[in-house]
Each structure stands twice: as C-alpha cells, then as structure tokens.
C-alpha cells in the first residue's frame, strides 16, 4: 500500500483549482498527510508577456505582493464549503509550470492534486471565442 504523507496542491483560484483542493483535503484526512498550498504568481517578466497574467479569478494582487496573495489563500481557506486541516501556504512567483515542477522536486510530496482548467486556460478559452 501506498503511504501518503505529504501532498501538494497548486491552486490559481479558480473553481478547478478549489475543487482539486477538496480532494487533497478529503485524501490528507484519510491519509493523515499533510497539505502544501501552492499558488505561483507571475513573475515581472512573464506578467510583460501577457500582461493580464495577474488577474486571476480572486487574485486581486501584483505578482511581487506575497502578503496579499498569501490573504487571498487565507480567504480561499476559510469559505464555508472548504475542509477543515492543517495547510501550509506557499507563494511563488514564475511561470506556473515550471514552479509546480520545481516545487515538486525541492519539496517531494507523495501526491500532486491539482485542476486540470485554471484561469490560464478559462483565458484561452474565452480568447478563442
């Protein structure tokens, strides 16, 4: 049997994102793991190249504000549908691929729950329109 300990869950705020945060949720109280939080902000660079980058559903913060953007984590935390359980809050700035990757090796969760449509690819779809 697999032993689950440690499990990280990227968010970008999105319902997907808080969906797939449930599951790491209900899997860490079966589990008795623990949860890491992830949210990667864009970094200067990447928010010049698409300058919208920052404007994620429920992210009202510029990329380099890590107090707000931790706010913001807290206030997805504490809706009244979210599980209850200790989660550890991780900020990062880059492109999100990347720094999921990263942050997956420096960290070696047993687990990675994350959505699979975030609010890169609500934007796609809206610009395809």
């Known amino acids: 049997m697999i032993e ?3 499990l990280l ?8 994102s808080r969906r797939a945060f449930h599951q790491a949720m209900a899997i ?3 589990s008795g793991a623990r949860v890491t939080l992830l949210h990667v902000a864009p970094s200067p660079a990447t928010s010049a190249a698409a300058p919208d980058a920052h404007m994620m559903a ?3 913060a510029l990329p380099t504000d890590h107090d707000t953007l931790r706010q ?3 206030r997805f ?3 009244p549908s979210t599980p209850r359980g200790d989660v550890e809050l991780l900020v990062r700035e880059g492109p999100a691929a990347g720094e999921i990757v990263r942050q997956a090796t420096l960290l070696r969760p047993d687990l990675l729950v994350m959505g699979t449509h975030g609010a890169l690819a ?3 779809s809206s610009s395809a329109r």
Request: hydrophobic share 40%.
């Open 4 to 6: 689950i300990r440690h």
């Open 9 to 16: 869950c990227p968010i970008d705020f999105s319902d997907g």
């Open 28 to 30: 860490a109280r079966w």
């Open 58 to 60: 429920g992210a009202g």
């Open 72 to 74: 913001e984590m807290r």
């Open 77 to 79: 935390l504490e809706a």
């Open 122 to 124: 609500s934007r796609a």
